[in-house]
């Protein structure tokens, strides 16, 4: 075999393994976050369906609609919720601080219908 | 040997039969003799104070101010709470020589009737407000409001201004049927027509007022009567103020008993009658009986020890479907709660049975169907349901009631357990503090039997375990007319010197009524008064938006009544002015140091305020937040 179709039949094969691995490496990458997504996905539907249950015991959603602000500060407010009767677990704050967070976030728009 | 005792003192037994009871018991001659001496020494000092007590009905002959002053003494007023008045020259003239009788100066109209109501509140016992003719009452009136709405008895009196034969005239201070201005407000409201009936007056005054179901009165007469002299009766309160005590119909009772003991999730509602009658106890029993749940709707106190087993917690918006736990009850029993509504909803839906004990007998079945009406005193009632109850009891009631304990003990100790996550907040730590913070440092601090004035409305109260039975107790601003907070906190230590009392207002609050702090100097009524300083009324800044949402005032950040900053306002300088000391904290640990510095003062008979700086939390707010471009200056025209 000569040595210049070796050299390039090796190169071919590092080109593929290379290739091969970071498909594959590519691959796990993909399915972590896909299931991190599916799982903060989870979370901010559940906390959005905790909200509609639990809130709504007291509140329409005219008492929060308006706020914008980060995970955080949807904790400390639903935090301060609790002093005034709110029976609720740190978990149940995370997840619907996350789905707050998420279609309540500073980013998102603002509807303002005047009146 | 009570019994034998009992019969012997109220001359049931003679001596001999008495000394032969007693020896048949096994008790020697002698030891019998020592008993019987003792019986007389302890009968004669009992003649001797009865032959002192003052007559029932008494002719006296003075001014019409002494007769008043007469006349409030036998009504059981120790202390008059009132504001200058010149017109009243002949009643202070009459109180020189009446040591029994108490004036309290107080600088404003006012917080001096909420001081009085406070003082009511606390000692169940009657005191009086006045106010100089109908310019002093116009600033009393929102205190008799809050005294309407919260059911207190606070007896209130002004004169009128113009003379008798001169009325009429559109005179200095004078308006028409001044004592129709307070009708809506009061009880009973009426005009004396001649010094001679200003006793007379006064005792339908306090004997409206004191019969259940309590509420202020108001009496007025030409302040020429007060000059005048007259001769009139004098009656002791014992002999026109019953204090009438109602039982519930007995079929009625039957009834709700029967309907308690059927029911799968019957839920406990208790409410001020039952602090009034003293009959938290009595709440207890039947609720233990039961194995019920129990909940509180807006009152003044806390009705119920809030670390018991069955408590469930208040209704957070004042309705049965706001709690948490249990949803599916069956049955709701009203122990004298108001049962106020706000919303269109009925606190306690029709599809519940619902039963309803309470002396407040107007309000019943106003909103809410109700299957069994108790028309009476509380703990009478409580009396005699809780024997219907135990007549109905079988092996069968006992153990669903016990299954139902243990289920409501299991959701009560997860929420409790819940509830001492809020420390877990992330702004825990912030400065300025934020308002849970400063509650739960208060909560820390509070002696075990700390008496708690609650007037910030955007502050909710968490982590005390008011306790009404030698607990913490919280006295809180039902009425809703502002600047209570501080007045009531005043009356609350005079009636309690030995209760520690704290005053947690808002700075809103505050400043509609901080005169009292200068009756707390002055009297050395030492009360820790903690101001939520968050330089806005939060409270309807949060429910404004919630009524026009998405609206204009968000689009553009433009809240006009919200924010009270730009310049601050410092609570502690006006304390100061009021001859209170003071200080403002910023952080946790300041406000930690600042309540040690206030329990040293105060056990020094000083009282002590603290403005804590609060952060603003809610919709729309900025570090500098839009005012109203409105500005003296630019308007100048002249130069100078």
């Known amino acids: 075999m000569p040595m210049n179709t070796f050299f390039n039949l090796r190169v071919l094969g590092i080109v593929l393994s290379s290739f091969l691995f970071c498909f594959c490496v ?66 149940d704050i995370h997840a619907m601080a996350s789905y707050l967070a998420t279609d309540f976030g500073p980013q998102s728009p603002r509807v303002f219908t005047p009146q | 040997m009570r019994d034998l005792v009992g019969q012997y003192l109220s001359k049931s037994i003679s001596r001999r039969g008495f000394l032969d009871n007693m020896k048949a018991t096994g008790i020697t001659v002698a030891a019998a003799q020592g008993v019987l001496s003792s019986l007389n020494a302890s009968a004669q000092v009992t003649k001797s104070v009865e032959s002192s007590a003052p007559p029932v009905v008494k002719t006296f002959q003075g001014t019409g101010g002494a007769c008043f002053a007469e006349q409030l003494m036998a009504c059981g007023v120790k202390y008059i709470f009132g504001n200058s008045a010149s017109e009243d020259a002949q009643f202070y003239e009459a109180l020189v020589d009446r040591p029994q009788l108490n004036y309290i100066l107080t600088p404003h109209e006012g917080p001096g009737a909420a001081m009085a109501a406070g003082y009511i509140k606390a000692s169940q016992t009657p005191t009086i407000v006045m106010q100089a003719g109908a310019v002093g009452l116009m600033n009393a009136m929102g205190q008799v409001f809050n005294a309407y709405k919260e059911q207190t008895p606070l007896v209130v009196y002004s004169y009128r201004t113009d003379q008798s034969k001169r009325a009429g005239r559109d005179g200095f201070e004078e308006i028409a049927n001044q004592e129709q201005v307070l009708q809506p407000l009061t009880k009973y409201t009426w005009m004396a027509r001649g010094s001679s009936m200003i006793a007379e007056t006064t005792r339908h005054a306090f004997k409206s007022a004191w019969t259940p179901p309590f509420g202020p009165s108001y009496m007025t007469w030409h302040s020429d009567y007060t000059q005048e002299r007259t001769r009139t009766e004098i009656i002791q309160q014992s002999h026109f103020d019953t204090r009438m005590r109602v039982r519930p119909n007995p079929t009625e009772i039957e009834a709700a008993a029967k309907l308690l003991v059927d029911a799968k999730m019957p839920i406990m509602i208790v409410g001020d009658e039952i602090y009034k009658a003293r009959a938290v106890g009595k709440a207890v029993k039947l609720a233990e009986m039961l194995g019920m749940p129990v909940t509180q709707m807006r009152q003044i106190w806390a009705n119920f020890p809030e670390a018991h087993p069955l408590w469930v917690g208040n209704a957070p918006s004042g309705t049965l479907s706001s709690i948490t736990w249990p949803k599916q009850y069956d049955l709701a029993i009203n122990i004298g709660n108001k049962m106020q509504h706000n919303g269109l909803a009925p606190i306690v839906p029709h599809s519940v049975k619902f039963i309803d004990m309470r002396i407040d007998y107007q309000n019943m079945g106003k909103v809410m169907t109700t299957d069994v009406p108790l028309v009476g005193d509380v703990a009478l009632g409580l009396d005699d349901l809780i024997a219907a109850v135990e007549q109905l009891l079988n092996d069968r009631i006992r153990a669903e009631a016990a299954m139902r304990a243990i289920e409501v003990r299991k959701y009560t100790e997860q929420a409790r357990l819940l509830l001492k996550g809020i420390v877990n ?48 107790e919280l006295f809180f601003y039902y009425g809703g007319h502002l600047g209570s907070g501080v007045g009531t906190s005043a009356g609350v230590k005079l009636a309690r010197p030995d209760q520690q009392v704290i005053c947690l207002v808002g700075d809103g609050s505050f400043l509609f009524g901080p005169h009292a702090l200068w009756n707390m100097a002055r009297l050395e009524l030492p009360v820790i008064t903690i101001v939520y300083n968050n330089h806005a009324y939060a409270g309807p800044h949060t429910r404004t938006i919630a009524n026009v949402p998405s609206g204009r005032m968000v689009e553009t950040g433009h809240y006009m009544g919200s924010y009270l900053g730009n310049p601050d306002m410092n609570m502690a300088s006006i304390a100061n002015g009021f001859g209170v000391q003071a200080e403002v904290v910023r952080d946790p640990l300041q406000l930690k140091k600042a309540l040690a510095k206030a329990k040293a003062q105060t056990l020094e008979g000083k009282p002590y305020l603290i403005d804590v700086q609060v952060a603003r939390r809610g919709i729309g707010w900025t570090d500098t937040p839009w005012i109203p471009p409105v500005k003296g200056r630019p308007m100048k025209q002249k130069k100078a």
């Open chain 1, 26 to 91: 590519r691959a796990q990458t993909s399915v972590a976050t896909q299931a991190a997504i599916d799982s903060q996905s989870g979370e901010i539907q559940q906390g959005k369906s905790l909200l509609q249950s639990k809130c709504a015991q007291c509140h329409t959603d005219s008492i929060w609609r308006d706020q914008r602000q980060d995970a955080r500060a949807w904790e400390a407010t639903l935090y301060r919720m609790m002093g005034r009767g709110a029976v609720w677990s740190g978990s």
């Open chain 2, 425 to 472: 907040n992330p702004e825990w730590n912030n400065s300025p503090l934020i308002a849970d913070r400063v509650t739960w440092e208060v909560a820390q601090f509070a002696d075990p039997d700390a008496i708690i004035v609650h007037e910030a409305g955007s502050v909710a109260m968490h982590s005390f375990d008011f306790n009404p039975v030698g607990g913490r």
